[in-house]
């Protein structure tokens, strides 16, 4: 009898695994997924967005049956002292239309339905089941994995690693280094369940739609961080990411500072009256560009957050691994149906299609930026946000003092706190990380 | 050796909570298991067919191997717990449901199911056990398997903790059955209906080919249709007698339970201490007319 073999072998079953998963199922490979979790989407953490884009190239009519949450209108920055936050908002009524940009989602159960679309195009999916090591050939070739399940190593041609940010089977492997310190955030989040109406009323919200509040400023005590809120239907995902150097270095514990940002008095009455019904933490590659390490070799490619594919600055991840994913998948098929073996060479494919994608070309233009948040943390994270909340306060405050000199005041307020060298270099350090 | 395992997907109780308000079970996103005596019944079913296998094999040259095969009534989302079953190892699984077959209490629930295992036998082979957990976590009636084994005409054998021998010559099985205060070394012929106590075995972790098997093999799906049977009053709703009037904790027996030595007594002599216990630990008995006639 001869030993089954697959096209392909997912591990994970993640935004990145799941995206890759369908594409080769769908194009008729026999695909194996793996996911060490209950089910897809048990171990699964994110704030969470989904990005329509990324999903309609995978999935088209993902409107018709996927688990979404609202719709997004609206996007709120803000920069936060002890007491008060100054805030930039955007919304717009073009959001609302058919086809929307953004919708919040519970990865729970959006993750299991997108396992689902897998299944339907045809891959097998083991749950429960952890990929140990990979099965390698004589001459060192990936020909498929070991799992921590009694028997032999299942064989494939490839193997798609899309086992997240703290993947251990590739590092494990040596195929990358374990994520350092200063490229990972640690997000510790809570859901906060509150009825649908009063969610509505609290952020002007009515039907489907959502929105996102993004804080930086004290609450992360000086540690490169970003706090987050966003609406889902009868519930308010809620949470707190920084650097895990920045948080090793001042000894802050993540929780302390998801007890503060809740309780600061700008977010404590969103949540009035709320019951938390679960808290997660997770890893959040933050490298950049940087830090992305070797993406494919003989007989495998790694994807997602594994391959440490998430754009800090604009704060995307998802739509980096869904498509990363979706990418890999049609290099696969590519390579598949030209008869051609999945060498390293032959797999070069998915990383020069990646490199014309969005997701290489964001990374690159803002490869030095991370770099930056980490050196520059105390005074972007909590200096220039308590001195933009006591300009806002001086230009709102009416207090019989002129004008004039309420605007010395924050001027100099400026200069004292970073002097007048300091305050141009971190204009000209923002600007060309920025470029 | 044919083996059917009788299994039911309960929401896990350990993470059920009960509403502060209104003190009713909170079940909204409540995840489901296999109900836990289910899975000692599971695996004593597996360990009996592999075991059973290593024997054929050290004797015949073509061994039959034996078969175990789940079975479960419930709403079609019960097939995800028969595809943990397949996973854990059992050869082949039957989900039988119908809405015909809801709001079923005891009664109807073992009809359904020994009708259903009456048909897995005309089609797989008659069974030689039958095995079911001792009771479930969310009924906790204890009254199903029993329910079985009578509809079926069997021996049933409750609250066992192990099976310790088969003799497939003699048809006859060998258990341990749990006491209060003690263990009960009983044996009985085949087919028999087994209910498993927390047992001495654990569920194992399927090897990687029984849940590659588990994650692509189609589970059979009968409706009340399929079992062929006449009686249809006595499913669902229409054959359940049962009326739930009140729900409620009962306060637990704070006495333990008391065993007398009966060897080489005659039956009197044990009635006559019995009721000198009775009334000694329950006075106001004594003046009865039970303590007068034992006198």
């Not at chain 1, 998802?318 to 979706?326: D, E, I, K, V």
């Not at chain 2, 409750?158 to 006491?179: A, G, P």
């Not at chain 2, 009985?188 to 075995?201: E, H, I, Q, R, Y």
């Amino acid at each position: 009898m001869s030993r089954e073999r697959f096209d392909a072998i997912v591990v994970g079953a993640g935004m990145s695994g799941n995206a890759a998963a369908y594409t080769m199922a769908s194009r008729g490979l026999k695909v194996l997924q793996l996911e060490r979790g209950e089910y897809p989407g048990s171990k699964n953490v994110q704030g969470a967005i989904l990005y329509a884009n990324m999903l309609e190239g995978i999935v088209p009519n993902f409107r018709d049956d996927a688990p979404l949450e609202r719709h997004l209108v609206e996007q709120r920055l803000w920069i936060m002292d002890d007491t008060s936050h100054s805030g930039m908002h955007y919304r717009s009524h073009d959001f609302n239309e058919q086809r929307a940009n953004r919708y919040t989602i519970v990865r729970v159960q959006f993750d299991k339905w997108f396992a689902g679309k897998v299944r339907e195009a045809g891959g097998t999916i083991l749950c429960e089941t952890t990929a140990t090591k990979l099965a390698r050939d004589g001459s060192g070739n990936v020909i498929g994995v070991h799992t921590d399940r009694a028997g032999r190593p299942i064989l494939a041609d490839v193997v798609v690693l899309a086992e997240g940010v703290n993947g251990v089977l590739g590092t494990r492997m040596g195929l990358r280094d374990v994520p350092k310190s200063q490229n990972v955030a640690l997000a510790v989040k809570e859901m906060h369940f509150l009825p649908e109406h009063v969610i509505a009323e609290r952020f002007g919200l009515t039907g489907d739609q959502g929105c996102v509040i993004e804080a930086l400023g004290t609450i992360s005590r000086g540690v490169a961080g970003l706090g987050f809120l966003y609406t889902n239907r009868d519930s308010v995902s809620l949470g707190i990411g920084c650097l895990v150097s920045g948080l090793a270095e001042s000894m802050e514990s993540p929780h302390t500072l998801l007890n503060g940002f809740k309780c600061h008095p700008s977010i404590k009455p969103l949540l009035a009256g709320s019951e938390v019904k679960e808290y997660a933490a997770h890893l959040i590659p933050e490298g950049g560009f940087r830090a992305i390490p070797e993406l494919h070799g003989e007989g495998w490619v790694v994807v997602g957050d594994a391959a440490q594919l998430n754009n800090a600055v604009h704060r995307e991840g998802s739509n980096l691994a869904m498509t990363s994913g979706q990418i890999a998948g049609e290099a696969i098929c590519t390579i598949k149906n030209q008869g051609r073996p999945m060498t390293k060479d032959n797999l070069s494919l998915y990383k020069s299609m990646l490199d014309k994608s969005f997701v290489m070309r964001d990374l690159i233009k803002h490869k030095d930026v991370p770099a930056l948040l980490h050196t520059n943390s105390q005074s972007l994270f909590s200096t220039y946000p308590k001195l933009i909340s006591q300009a806002a306060q001086g230009f709102v405050r009416v207090d019989g003092s002129t004008k004039i000199e309420k605007e010395k005041a924050a001027i100099d307020a400026f200069i004292k706190a970073r002097s007048r060298w300091g305050l141009v270099s971190d204009a000209v350090r923002i600007a060309r990380a920025w470029r | 050796m044919h083996i059917v395992v009788c299994i039911k997907q309960v929401p896990d109780s350990s993470q059920i909570r009960v509403h502060p308000v209104t003190n009713t079970i909170m079940r909204q996103g409540v995840p489901t298991i296999i109900n836990p005596y289910d899975l000692f019944a599971l695996e004593e079913a597996l360990r009996l067919r592999d075991r059973f296998a290593l024997e054929e094999k050290r004797w015949l040259r073509n061994p039959s191997r034996g078969k175990v095969t789940v079975v479960t009534m419930g709403p079609p989302m019960a097939a995800q717990a028969l595809r943990k079953a397949l996973t854990y190892g059992a050869d082949r699984a039957v989900l039988v449901t119908d809405r015909r077959f809801a709001g079923s209490d005891t009664l109807a629930t073992s009809f359904a199911l020994a009708c259903a295992i009456a048909k897995i036998g005309e089609r797989f082979g008659p069974p030689d056990i039958i095995f079911t957990g001792k009771q479930t976590i969310d009924g906790d009636t204890a009254q199903v398997g029993p329910g079985i084994a009578k509809r079926l005409n069997i021996q049933q054998l409750t609250y066992i903790k192990k099976v310790t021998r088969i003799d497939h010559l003699r048809r006859s099985v060998d258990v341990e059955r749990c006491l209060e205060g003690g263990t009960q070394f009983i044996e009985s012929k085949m087919p028999c209906l087994v209910t498993m106590a927390d047992g001495l075995n654990t569920i194992r972790r399927g090897s990687i080919e029984d849940s590659l098997r588990a994650a692509r093999c189609s589970i059979l799906t009968w409706g009340v249709a399929d079992l062929g049977v006449r009686e249809v009053d006595k499913f669902g709703l229409k054959g359940s007698p049962t009326v739930v009037k009140r729900v409620f904790a009962p306060t637990p027996r704070a006495q333990k339970s008391v065993q007398l030595e009966t060897a080489s007594k005659t039956v009197g002599h044990v009635a006559d201490e019995l009721v000198a216990w009775i009334s000694s630990h329950q006075p106001k008995l004594a003046d009865m007319p039970l303590s007068k006639s034992g006198a």
